[in-house]
């Protein structure tokens, strides 16, 4: 097995400051360094930009799109799913590249 997937959800005020970034990367971190997993899945509702951008920006990649898989509570329809994922050794060229 050894994949995992998970989400995020930052309340508006604390929003556009990193702290996603922040924490995202932390997870990232200890999903491959302590757990020893060699993959995460993420995703976004197509349109996010922010979700988008935070997690191509920690080196995530798009791999696809589920259309219409969730229904979005805030807008009460369906939305599609982006697909993302970030494999153990892009973590570790990732990393190397900000140090
Ligand atoms: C998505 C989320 C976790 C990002 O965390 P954050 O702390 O707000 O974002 P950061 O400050 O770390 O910024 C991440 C990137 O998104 C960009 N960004 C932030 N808000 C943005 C907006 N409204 N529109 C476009 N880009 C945005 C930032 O500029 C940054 O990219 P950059 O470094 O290239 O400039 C947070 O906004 C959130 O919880 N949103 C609501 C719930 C949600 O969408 N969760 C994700 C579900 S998949």
Redesign the pocket.
Known sequence: MALAGG????N?K???????????SSRNKYCFEVLGLRRIE????RG????R??QL?LGYRDEGIRRKKFLCLATNEYVDECITGLLKEEFIEWSDKIE
């Open positions: 989400g995020i959800w930052l508006e604390y929003q556009k400051n990193g702290y996603g970034t922040e924490a995202f993420n995703g976004y509702f996010n930009e922010k979700s951008r935070m920006k």
